[in-house]
Nanobody
Framework: QVQLVESGGGLVQAGGSLRLSCAAS????????MGWFRQAPGKEREFVAA????????IYADSVKGRFTISRDNAKNTVYLQMDSLKPEDTASYYC???????????????????WGQGTQVTVSS
């Protein structure tokens, strides 16, 4: 069983930055695609970004492209989400997820991800 623990959330003003981290309990995640999703109150969970196991392939939601950067350090079993130029509409709970299916290109569908963290809250004030 893989456990994922997110950290780094908080309250920030619009235009500010936050860096989320996702620490995995097992080294096996180094071969997994990793993704970030978010869910705002009253809304469905939505895809934010994903990264291939090597880190060579990344994909972003249009709403965050150019502002967010996903990266990973397989030696530390950790995935990061650097969030810059934050907007109030980025306010949500952010979830880290792991997809155990071997892929060359990350998937954006939440149902493809097998393991999930508990989430970390990001609040952006205007």
């Amino acid at each position: 069983q893989v456990q994922l623990v997110e950290s780094g959330g908080g309250l920030v003003q619009a235009g500010g930055s936050l860096r989320l981290s996702c620490a995995a309990s097992a080294r096996t995640v180094s071969v997994f695609t990793m993704g970030w999703f978010r869910q705002a109150p009253g809304k469905e969970r939505e895809f934010v970004a994903a990264i291939s196991r090597s880190g060579g392939s990344t994909i972003y939601a249009d709403s965050v492209k150019g502002r967010f950067t996903i990266s990973r350090d397989n030696a530390k079993n950790t995935v990061y989400l650097q969030m810059d130029s934050l907007k109030p509409e980025d306010t949500a709970s952010y979830y880290c997820a792991a997809d155990s299916t071997l892929r060359t290109v990350p998937d954006i569908a939440a149902y493809e991800y097998d393991f999930w963290g508990q989430g970390t809250q990001v609040t952006v004030s205007s």
